[in-house]
């Protein structure tokens, strides 16, 4: 076996080793390898698979704001903050007309809870929300029925 002075020096990006054989070692060249695909940009349809969500957690709060007040209708936006996780950072009503306070309060406290697919940045995210009450009108010429209750309608 030869002993370290019998070795020549190594070419650059080669180790040479006390062996019989030469081993080559290729240079380290980094390379970036993503761990996961990356999450696109908010869009429109992203946006759309919550709005079931919005609408109902706004229709729950208003049909209890119903009990209160009777009569609530009304035009406002939700202005929501998205994570880039799909959370909800922060959720205000932005109201054109008077809304009311307990109802607001329900959905920004419930509002907190939706959940949009995550993206590679955040987002903000405008929702226009139409309080209006669905009066139940009979048919023509069919049989009266018993009045029935107005009921939420969100648009």
Same mark, same amino acid.
């Given at each position: 076996?030869?002993?370290?002075?019998?070795?020549?020096?190594?070419?650059?990006?080669?180790?040479?080793?006390?062996?019989?054989?030469?081993?080559?070692?290729?240079?380290?060249?980094?390379?970036?390898?993503?761990?996961?695909?990356?999450?696109?940009?908010?869009?429109?349809?992203?946006?759309?698979?919550?709005? +079931?969500?919005?609408?109902? $957690?706004? /229709?729950?709060?208003? !049909? *209890?704001?119903?009990?209160? #007040? =009777?009569?609530?209708?009304?035009?406002?936006?939700?202005?929501?903050?998205?994570?880039?996780?799909?959370?909800?950072?922060?959720?205000?009503?932005?109201?054109?007309?008077?809304?009311?306070?307990?109802?607001?309060?329900?959905?920004?406290?419930?509002?907190?809870?939706?959940?949009?697919?995550?993206?590679?940045?955040?987002?903000?995210?405008?929702? +226009?929300?139409?309080?209006? $009450?669905? /009066?139940?009108?009979? !048919? *023509?010429?069919?049989?009266? #029925? =018993?009045?029935?209750?107005?009921?939420?309608?969100?648009?």
């Amino acid at each position: 076996m030869p002993d370290a002075s019998d070795v020549p020096a190594p070419n650059r990006g080669e180790l040479r080793v006390m062996n019989p054989e030469t081993i080559t070692v290729l240079p380290w060249r980094p390379q970036v390898v993503p761990t996961s695909t990356r999450d696109q940009l908010m869009t429109r349809e992203m946006v759309d698979t919550v709005v +079931p969500d919005a609408r109902s $957690l706004v /229709e729950t709060c208003y !049909a *209890a704001a119903l009990v209160v #007040t =009777p009569n609530v209708r009304g035009d406002f936006s939700l202005q929501i903050a998205v994570e880039p996780s799909g959370n909800v950072n922060r959720l205000e009503t932005n109201a054109r007309t008077p809304l009311n306070e307990p109802m607001r309060q329900c959905i920004i406290t419930l509002g907190r809870q939706l959940q949009f697919p995550p993206s590679r940045a955040g987002a903000q995210v405008t929702i +226009p929300v139409t309080l209006v $009450l669905d /009066e139940a009108t009979p !048919a *023509a010429g069919s049989a009266p #029925t =018993p009045p029935a209750a107005p009921g939420p309608a969100v648009r």
